[in-house]
């Protein structure tokens, strides 16, 4: 998710290359190189083969998600190991969960109505930017949906976070080569200077860039010659109405914000309130945890947050408010989550209102609704054109005038920001990259996810005789085949691949027998009748492949699977055949 912070800006061309620059560029060429070799054998393997690989990769970053999140704040000084930890997990879990039963090879739908068939394939070899506020994460989603759409992935680290971003990289190609990930298909620079990132991005090898960082790098990203995904910033306002619940609202905008200390791009950055409820508010934001600053502390705060460029000072990105507090010399309560900086307007005479990614909201108060979708206009206009804002109200009619007329595409309702964007608390695709659409500069407005690294190849079919008219005989996209026309009604089935005959049941004993004589005829003996005793299995497995089936029915124990053990096809065979696995309730059998 991209911030005015999470990199370093891009000059048009570099005045002096450093001997540290030409190593990063050649190594990147050479990873870029190496990807797209390991990506002509990725792209031919099959659904079951990919989603292997990813669910393991998925299973290993969900275990070592709190070591990186320490990890991460510890290298780069910015956010909360708890919420860092939350974030590595939504990628690991909710990012995996959605993509899992995601088609990315073959044949991925057939529109009967049209006489159309989509074919996937995979864009190529993908540059992925990783900013330093959001490293881990970002790094663990970026290379799930890379992998779930056949798509070799070279990372560019930012430098202040390359040892977490390195780290995370490492034990997910680990994962993945486990797996039979071919080698190189995940690979990172380590010798991370801007020019290296701006020859990966430019590298011939490289077929789309995922570009997550500072403004200057996106722009980059767009200027490298190739497909990219560029996000731009945030400053995203929360609006709240006067029908709203308006104890939630203040502790949804606390949450949101308070949350990492801020360093989403898609954290609120400013308070618009009715009159009417703005008193009620004030007294549930300070009950919650938040601190109104008088004028003469705004000020000084201003001084030491904002730089001339109109930038939140990297000093202070990413600390809580009570350390920002105590550097400029404010005493405030030891459970404050947010400063309050009430402003009278927006724009560069107004530096409060930039996007400040750290827990500090600039407050405003309108008279109504309609100068509420002014005035979260302009705050949009002011550096978060495209990406996040919220509302927070009961009236379903205010509700969809800032749906209809708000320059944001991503509007959630009655949510934090932060956890509503990314699809954690809403119904909206789960992702840590938020297009910000035409709004924004970018060429979607989507949350972006496997789909957006596939190209999609049809096969179309003749409908009518050429010069035929067009409107009786074709059917509009998503009719139903019977209103297609009497053309495209009477055209036979689209083609399937052929199906094969479904073997007929053959009894374990048999299976069993012959299993034993392949192990005889190898020199291995014959294994014993497997105990189906869950306390001799331990604790449930996190990944079953062939060979622990096989060791467990060698050496006579059982191993137990839980919900979240991800069990391969080849060792569901094996395990049926020796009787090895063991079920729990709930396990995907």
């Known amino acids: 998710m991209a911030s005015s912070a999470s990199g370093a800006s891009a000059p048009a061309a570099p005045p002096n290359l450093t001997d540290r620059d030409l190593a990063s560029a050649a190594e990147a060429l050479a990873l870029a190189r190496r990807a797209r070799a390991a990506q002509r054998l990725l792209a031919e393997f099959s659904q079951a083969q990919i989603d292997a690989i990813v669910a393991r990769m998925a299973a290993v970053a969900e275990a070592h998600a709190e070591p990186l999140a320490r990890l991460a704040v510890e290298e780069t000084g910015y956010g909360v190991v708890a919420d860092k930890v939350a974030k590595n997990l939504f990628a690991a879990r909710d990012v995996h969960a959605f993509i899992r039963p995601m088609r990315t090879v073959g044949v991925v739908a057939r529109h009967e109505d049209r006489k159309i068939v989509e074919i996937a394939e995979p864009f190529g070899v993908v540059a992925a930017i990783v900013p330093s506020t959001n490293p881990t994460s970002t790094a663990i989603y970026k290379l799930l949906i890379s992998i779930k759409a056949r798509c070799g992935v070279v990372l560019s680290p930012h430098p202040s976070a390359a040892r977490c971003i390195t780290h995370t990289a490492t034990l997910l190609n680990d994962a993945a080569r486990e797996t039979g990930l071919p080698e190189g298909a995940i690979a990172w620079l380590t010798t991370v200077t801007l020019h290296g990132t701006r020859e990966l991005m430019r590298a011939r090898d490289i077929a789309v860039i995922l570009a997550t960082g500072g403004l200057g790098l996106v722009r980059a990203a767009y200027s490298a010659g190739k497909p990219a995904y560029g996000v731009g910033p945030g400053n995203a306002p929360c609006y709240v109405e006067s029908s709203a619940d308006v104890a939630k609202a203040a502790d949804d905008i606390l949450a949101g914000k308070s949350f990492d200390n801020g360093v989403l791009c898609s954290s609120p950055n400013s308070i618009v309130v009715d009159r009417a409820v703005a008193p009620a508010l004030r007294a549930a934001l300070v009950a919650g945890g938040g601190h109104f600053l008088d004028a003469a502390a705004a000020a000084t705060l201003q001084a030491a947050l904002v730089t001339a460029e109109r930038l939140p000072n990297p000093a202070l990105v990413g600390k809580s408010a009570v350390h920002i507090a105590g550097t400029i010399g404010l005493q405030v309560p030891a459970g404050t989550r947010a400063l309050i900086v009430p402003l009278a307007g927006v724009g560069r005479e107004h530096p409060l209102s930039i ?10 108060e309108v008279a109504d ?23 927070h109200s009961r009236n379903e009619a205010v509700i969809l005038e800032f749906g209809l007329h708000k320059p944001a595409f991503r509007i959630v309702v009655n949510t934090p920001t932060t956890h509503g964007s990314i699809g954690l608390t809403t119904g909206l695709d789960p992702a840590m990259t938020l297009g910000c659409g035409g709004y924004g500069g970018n060429i979607t407005s989507d949350n972006i996810s496997p789909r957006h690294l596939l190209n999609i190849k049809r096969l179309a079919w003749e409908l009518r005789p050429r010069g035929a008219s067009r409107a009786p005989v074709m059917a509009s996209a998503g009719a139903p085949a019977s209103a297609a026309g009497p053309v495209a009604a009477s055209l036979p089935p689209l083609p399937r691949a052929p199906q094969p005959a479904a073997p007929e049941a053959v009894p374990a004993e048999a299976v069993r027998a012959g299993l034993d004589r392949v192990l005889a005829a190898r020199g291995a003996p014959s294994p014993p009748p497997a105990r189906l005793d869950p306390v001799s299995a331990g604790p449930p497995a996190d990944f079953v492949c062939e060979d622990d089936v096989r060791r467990a029915a060698r050496e006579g124990r059982t191993i137990l699977v839980g919900p979240r053990t991800i069990v391969t096809p080849a060792a569901r065979d094996a395990g049926a055949a020796f009787e090895v696995l063991v079920w729990l309730d709930g396990a995907a059998r």
């Open 355 to 364: 996007e400040k990614l750290c827990p500090v909201l600039s407050y405003y």
């Open 369 to 391: 609704w309609r100068e509420g979708c002014e005035r979260a206009r302009q705050v949009l206009q002011y550096g978060g054109m495209g990406h996040t804002m919220s509302i």
